[in-house]
Protein backbone atom coordinates (compact mmCIF):
# COMPACT_ATOMS: atom_id res chain seq x y z
CA UNK A 1 0.00 0.00 0.00
CA UNK A 2 1.05 3.42 -0.82
CA UNK A 3 0.17 6.74 1.44
CA UNK A 4 0.61 10.07 0.40
CA UNK A 5 -0.54 13.50 1.42
CA UNK A 6 -0.64 14.91 -2.30
CA UNK A 7 -0.27 13.86 -5.82
CA UNK A 8 0.60 15.56 -9.09
CA UNK A 9 0.67 13.61 -12.80
CA UNK A 10 2.36 16.71 -14.54
CA UNK A 11 5.48 15.05 -15.20
CA UNK A 12 5.39 15.88 -18.95
CA UNK A 13 6.94 19.23 -17.54
CA UNK A 14 10.69 17.25 -17.83
CA UNK A 15 10.04 14.96 -20.67
CA UNK A 16 9.25 18.26 -22.31
CA UNK A 17 12.13 20.02 -21.83
CA UNK A 18 13.82 16.96 -22.99
CA UNK A 19 12.01 16.88 -26.11
CA UNK A 20 11.74 20.38 -27.08
CA UNK A 21 7.89 20.14 -26.87
CA UNK A 22 6.45 23.69 -25.70
CA UNK A 23 2.53 22.12 -25.97
CA UNK A 24 0.57 22.79 -23.01
CA UNK A 25 0.08 19.66 -20.61
CA UNK A 26 -2.92 18.79 -18.87
CA UNK A 27 -2.38 16.84 -15.87
CA UNK A 28 -4.19 16.05 -12.61
CA UNK A 29 -3.22 16.97 -8.78
CA UNK A 30 -4.92 15.91 -5.85
CA UNK A 31 -4.34 17.56 -2.09
CA UNK A 32 -6.19 17.62 0.87
CA UNK A 33 -9.57 16.77 0.12
CA UNK A 34 -9.40 18.59 -3.48
CA UNK A 35 -8.97 17.23 -6.84
CA UNK A 36 -8.10 19.58 -9.80
CA UNK A 37 -8.34 19.14 -14.01
CA UNK A 38 -5.17 21.70 -14.93
CA UNK A 39 -3.71 22.60 -18.37
CA UNK A 40 -0.63 24.63 -18.32
CA UNK A 41 1.37 26.65 -20.95
CA UNK A 42 4.56 28.16 -21.41
CA UNK A 43 6.17 30.74 -24.05
CA UNK A 44 9.47 29.00 -23.94
CA UNK A 45 11.44 29.81 -21.01
CA UNK A 46 13.04 27.66 -18.59
CA UNK A 47 13.64 27.01 -15.02
CA UNK A 48 15.28 24.26 -12.58
CA UNK A 49 12.81 21.71 -11.52
CA UNK A 50 11.66 22.49 -7.76
CA UNK A 51 10.15 19.88 -5.42
CA UNK A 52 7.13 21.27 -3.42
CA UNK A 53 9.60 22.15 -0.03
CA UNK A 54 12.07 24.33 -2.62
CA UNK A 55 14.58 21.91 -3.07
CA UNK A 56 16.21 21.64 -6.46
CA UNK A 57 15.93 18.51 -8.36
CA UNK A 58 19.14 16.70 -10.94
CA UNK A 59 19.17 14.04 -12.71
CA UNK A 60 21.16 11.36 -11.77
CA UNK A 61 22.90 10.34 -14.84
CA UNK A 62 23.17 12.18 -18.31
CA UNK A 63 20.64 9.48 -19.59
CA UNK A 64 18.13 12.01 -17.22
CA UNK A 65 16.41 8.52 -15.95
CA UNK A 66 15.82 9.63 -12.30
CA UNK A 67 16.08 12.47 -10.25
CA UNK A 68 16.93 13.42 -6.57
CA UNK A 69 17.66 15.99 -4.11
CA UNK A 70 21.26 15.22 -4.22
CA UNK A 71 23.48 18.03 -6.27
CA UNK A 72 24.76 16.11 -9.29
CA UNK A 73 25.60 18.82 -11.78
CA UNK A 74 22.74 17.77 -14.17
CA UNK A 75 19.95 20.13 -12.85
CA UNK A 76 16.44 18.99 -14.26
CA UNK A 77 15.74 21.90 -16.32
CA UNK A 78 11.87 22.42 -16.96
CA UNK A 79 9.85 25.36 -18.81
CA UNK A 80 8.13 27.63 -16.94
CA UNK A 81 4.32 26.93 -16.93
CA UNK A 82 0.84 29.12 -16.23
CA UNK A 83 -1.37 26.49 -15.00
CA UNK A 84 -5.22 27.08 -15.04
CA UNK A 85 -7.44 25.01 -13.14
CA UNK A 86 -10.15 23.44 -15.78
CA UNK A 87 -12.04 21.65 -12.94
CA UNK A 88 -12.41 20.85 -9.39
CA UNK A 89 -13.58 18.28 -7.13
CA UNK A 90 -14.36 18.76 -3.13
CA UNK A 91 -16.26 19.88 -0.43
CA UNK A 92 -17.23 23.58 -0.32
CA UNK A 93 -19.79 25.07 1.33
CA UNK A 94 -23.31 25.59 -0.38
CA UNK A 95 -26.69 27.47 0.19
CA UNK A 96 -29.46 24.59 -0.87
CA UNK A 97 -32.84 26.01 -2.60
CA UNK A 98 -34.24 26.22 0.67
CA UNK A 99 -31.98 28.47 2.31
CA UNK A 100 -30.20 26.19 4.12
CA UNK A 101 -26.47 25.92 4.45
CA UNK A 102 -24.49 22.96 4.05
CA UNK A 103 -21.41 21.32 3.36
CA UNK A 104 -20.80 18.28 -0.18
CA UNK A 105 -19.10 17.40 -2.83
CA UNK A 106 -19.27 20.13 -5.54
CA UNK A 107 -17.98 19.46 -9.01
CA UNK A 108 -16.34 22.97 -10.67
CA UNK A 109 -16.07 23.44 -14.17
CA UNK A 110 -13.98 25.97 -15.90
CA UNK A 111 -11.06 28.40 -15.05
CA UNK A 112 -13.45 31.29 -15.02
CA UNK A 113 -12.99 34.56 -16.28
CA UNK A 114 -11.27 36.63 -13.58
CA UNK A 115 -13.99 39.37 -13.18
CA UNK A 116 -15.30 37.84 -9.83
CA UNK A 117 -13.81 34.46 -8.00
CA UNK A 118 -16.96 32.67 -9.43
CA UNK A 119 -17.53 34.37 -13.44
CA UNK A 120 -17.42 32.27 -16.26
CA UNK A 121 -17.81 29.47 -13.62
CA UNK A 122 -20.08 26.62 -13.51
CA UNK A 123 -20.76 24.56 -9.98
CA UNK A 124 -22.72 21.33 -9.74
CA UNK A 125 -23.92 19.68 -6.40
CA UNK A 126 -26.30 16.42 -5.25
CA UNK A 127 -28.10 17.18 -2.16
CA UNK A 128 -30.50 14.73 -0.29
CA UNK A 129 -33.82 15.38 -2.61
CA UNK A 130 -32.22 17.08 -5.89
CA UNK A 131 -29.33 18.01 -8.28
CA UNK A 132 -28.44 21.72 -8.29
CA UNK A 133 -26.65 23.60 -11.26
CA UNK A 134 -25.36 27.06 -11.43
CA UNK A 135 -23.28 28.94 -13.89
CA UNK A 136 -22.37 32.64 -13.28
CA UNK A 137 -21.72 34.69 -16.31
CA UNK A 138 -18.52 36.07 -17.57
CA UNK A 139 -19.16 39.58 -16.27
CA UNK A 140 -19.97 38.08 -12.85
CA UNK A 141 -23.09 39.74 -12.47
CA UNK A 142 -26.12 37.18 -12.95
CA UNK A 143 -26.30 33.58 -12.10
CA UNK A 144 -28.56 30.98 -14.58
CA UNK A 145 -29.59 28.23 -12.21
CA UNK A 146 -31.40 24.93 -13.11
CA UNK A 147 -32.80 22.82 -10.20
CA UNK A 148 -33.88 18.93 -10.39
CA UNK A 149 -36.04 18.23 -7.87
CA UNK A 150 -38.22 14.46 -6.40
CA UNK A 151 -41.29 16.46 -7.64
CA UNK A 152 -39.80 17.51 -10.86
CA UNK A 153 -37.56 20.40 -12.57
CA UNK A 154 -37.30 23.40 -11.93
CA UNK A 155 -36.06 26.65 -13.81
CA UNK A 156 -34.32 29.16 -11.28
CA UNK A 157 -34.06 31.73 -14.40
CA UNK A 158 -37.81 31.01 -15.75
CA UNK A 159 -38.11 35.07 -14.43
CA UNK A 160 -38.81 37.05 -17.82
CA UNK A 161 -37.47 40.62 -17.92
CA UNK A 162 -39.85 41.23 -20.81
CA UNK A 163 -42.76 39.74 -23.29
CA UNK A 164 -43.97 41.14 -26.55
CA UNK A 165 -47.16 39.22 -27.91
CA UNK A 166 -47.65 40.34 -31.48
CA UNK A 167 -50.76 39.24 -32.40
CA UNK A 168 -50.67 39.99 -35.98
CA UNK A 169 -47.75 38.21 -36.81
CA UNK A 170 -48.70 35.33 -33.98
CA UNK A 171 -45.74 35.21 -31.65
CA UNK A 172 -44.72 35.90 -28.35
CA UNK A 173 -40.89 37.35 -28.21
CA UNK A 174 -39.90 36.88 -24.69
CA UNK A 175 -36.80 37.55 -23.05
CA UNK A 176 -35.21 35.83 -20.01
CA UNK A 177 -33.98 37.86 -17.37
CA UNK A 178 -30.11 38.62 -17.35
CA UNK A 179 -30.87 37.63 -21.06
CA UNK A 180 -29.72 39.77 -23.76
CA UNK A 181 -31.23 37.11 -26.31
CA UNK A 182 -35.05 36.88 -26.86
CA UNK A 183 -36.70 34.21 -27.65
CA UNK A 184 -39.43 33.49 -30.00
CA UNK A 185 -42.65 31.64 -29.76
CA UNK A 186 -44.77 30.79 -32.30
CA UNK A 187 -48.45 31.51 -31.40
CA UNK A 188 -51.40 30.22 -32.82
CA UNK A 189 -55.32 30.73 -31.20
CA UNK A 190 -57.18 27.72 -31.22
CA UNK A 191 -61.13 27.76 -30.09
CA UNK A 192 -60.10 26.87 -26.62
CA UNK A 193 -57.03 29.14 -25.97
CA UNK A 194 -53.86 29.35 -27.53
CA UNK A 195 -51.14 26.25 -28.87
CA UNK A 196 -47.53 28.17 -28.65
CA UNK A 197 -44.79 26.49 -30.13
CA UNK A 198 -41.02 26.28 -29.03
CA UNK A 199 -37.76 26.89 -31.06
CA UNK A 200 -37.13 23.44 -30.39
CA UNK A 201 -40.90 22.29 -32.02
CA UNK A 202 -42.19 21.67 -28.29
CA UNK A 203 -46.29 22.70 -27.81
CA UNK A 204 -47.41 24.06 -24.90
CA UNK A 205 -51.69 24.89 -25.27
CA UNK A 206 -52.64 27.59 -23.02
CA UNK A 207 -57.02 26.79 -22.51
CA UNK A 208 -59.26 29.80 -21.50
CA UNK A 209 -62.90 29.29 -20.30
Known amino acids: DLTVDSLRTDWKRAVNYLEEDTSPIHYITIHDEEISLCTATTDGTSTQQLERNGQCYWWTDAACTQMTTEDTGLPVTVYCYRELVKAQFCFAPVKLANGADAVMPVLTFGAGTGATAQAGKGYVYKHTTGMDLHYHTSDGRNIA ?4 QDDGFVDWSARRASVHVDTQKG ?13 SIACRQQEDGLALTWPDGAVFTVTTS
Open 171 to 183: CITVTPEGSAQPI
Open 145 to 148: SVCF
